[in-house]
């Protein structure tokens, strides 16, 4: 053999990667006959996930607007994209990192806001954020969680966090999210458009169940002083007697709901008006179904976050965001629990890219569920994925630890399928490496 004969020098035999890392662990402890207790498959995991749950909760979790369609079109506009692998690429390291607006990335993951998460397991987003800050994800903390920001912050340790807003029709309560929520270290501020009214969710709508309306999901709400401000004052100004309710089974368990959820005393909360008072201004400030563009211009008098709009779908809404000076977009149709028959949100990432240009930051949220998923959206244009569902899923079946396996084996799939197409990092990563198919 001649020298020019000789295949290459080899470099010495790199770290794993992520991917690597993840399959190592899993596959050592099948050694010793011990598999994963959250399920790497998808389906899988969603099944599994859904054993565990109450029927309030599945319906919470797994349903979706009208009959389904959106949800249905979600996976199917991932499922006509085909990856087109390269080889002999010799890609041996991958770096995974972005830095998004302010926020330094290790992988173009963020966990999505979810609401009324106490459905799947008490202290819902303590522990979604202590999955998030274990495997350094940032988590979008949602304006429906189950514990106060302040909580919540406290178990992300130096891991970013994003808060996510819906708009109230109580202005001074806006200012007060907006507040606390830069006051505890926020790195953007994510204005949800998209449920400015509750969509129709025939699986909720069959059970009679609004989490809400039980006093679940209202904790930033019942931490707040304009909120408590606002309860009080109509506490104050209620005149006669108190309207009657019918006393059955649920209207006490609901009442206890309520009860248990509002700050104070369990005991003192059952003599106070307050509680039960609480659910309704809620649900009387909840969102603004009079959201417009003008509200969002104040936002730069009333913020020093980036402002991130949450639930566009039409290119012409992502242009005229970005004109007005919006510095991100997440392209999102709530995870088909709005608009029944709406756009897939891959699909409409796609001509939204093509109309704002490769500069703009945009984000993807709904129907992602793996590792295959991110590599696809990030070919077709998505600086990061949020990720829902599938991280409540770990909750509901192992906790904070479940979280943070959710989001390990999305990465490492993300890790892997980049190191076997040649993606040596995310910028390599385009529709260069994709076909459509039918």
Same mark, same amino acid.
């Given at each position: 053999?001649?020298? !020019?004969?000789? =295949? ?7 770290? =794993? ?6 399959q190592?662990?899993?596959y050592?402890a ?7 207790r ?10 599994a ?15 979706g607007?009208?009959?389904g ?13 085909r ?12 770096? @995974? ?10 992988a ?11 459905l799947?397991?008490?202290d ?11 495997t ?20 992300m ?16 309560l ?10 505890l ?10 449920t ?43 005149q006669?007697?108190a309207?009657?309710v ?12 309520m009860?248990?959820?509002f ?6 909360? @059952? ?6 008072a609480?659910?309704?201004t809620?649900?009387? !400030? ?18 020093s ?12 809404d ?5 004109e ?16 029944d ?7 409409? @990432? ?16 709904s129907g ?9 959206? @990030? ?5 990061a994925?949020?990720?829902?569902? =599938? ?23 993300l ?24």
């Amino acid at each position: 053999m001649t020298t !020019t004969d000789r =295949p290459p020098a080899t470099a010495p035999t790199p770290a =794993p990667g992520r991917g690597r890392d993840r399959q190592t662990a899993v596959y050592r402890a099948g050694v010793v006959g011990r598999r994963p207790r959250v399920p790497v498959d998808a389906a899988a995991l969603q099944a599994a996930a859904s054993r565990t749950m109450s029927r309030r909760a599945r319906a919470y979790v797994d349903g979706g607007a009208g009959e389904g369609a959106t949800m249905r079109h979600n996976r199917e506009a991932f499922d006509r994209w085909r990856v087109v692998p390269r080889v002999l690429h010799a890609t041996t390291h991958r770096d @995974l990192s972005r830095r998004v607006l302010a926020t330094d990335l290790a992988a173009p993951l963020l966990l999505a806001p979810v609401g009324a998460g106490a459905l799947v397991r008490p202290d819902s987003d303590l522990l979604i954020a202590r999955g998030a800050a274990a495997t350094g994800t940032p988590y979008v903390f949602s304006s429906q969680g189950c514990n106060p920001m302040e909580d919540t912050a406290a178990e992300m340790g130096t891991t970013p966090f994003w808060y996510q807003l819906y708009w109230s029709t109580h202005e001074p309560l806006v200012d007060s999210m907006i507040g606390r929520a830069e006051a505890l270290g926020a790195q953007a501020l994510v204005v949800t458009l998209d449920t400015t009214v509750l969509g129709w969710r025939p699986q909720d709508l069959s059970l009679g169940s609004l989490p809400f309306a039980r006093g679940e999901g209202i904790a930033q709400y019942t931490s707040d002083p304009a909120f408590l401000a606002l309860l009080r004052e109509r506490v104050a100004a209620a005149q006669g007697p108190a309207e009657k309710v019918d006393v059955t089974l649920a209207a006490v368990r609901s009442l206890v709901s309520m009860t248990r959820r509002f700050p104070g005393r369990f005991v003192d909360n @059952l003599r106070s008006p307050e509680p039960r008072a609480a659910v309704e201004t809620f649900l009387g !400030t909840y969102s603004n179904p009079a959201l417009s563009w003008d509200h969002l211009a104040t936002l730069r008098h009333r913020t020093s976050l980036p402002v991130v709009l949450k639930g566009v779908l039409h290119p012409d809404d992502a242009e005229r965001a970005l004109e007005a000076g919006i510095d991100a977009i997440v392209v999102s149709n709530h995870g088909g629990r709005q608009v029944d028959r709406s756009v897939a949100s891959l699909d409409a @990432l796609v001509a939204i890219r093509d109309r704002v240009g490769p500069d703009p930051t945009v984000l993807l949220d709904s129907g992602v569920r793996t590792g295959a998923d991110v590599f696809v959206a @990030l070919a077709l244009g998505a600086d990061a994925c949020l990720l829902g569902r =599938p991280h409540l899923y770990g909750l509901a079946l192992a906790g904070a630890e479940g979280v943070a396996e959710v989001v390990e084996n999305v990465v490492a799939e993300l890790d892997l399928t980049m190191g076997l197409v040649g993606a040596a990092t995310l910028d390599d990563i385009g529709r260069g490496l994709l076909v459509e198919g039918r």
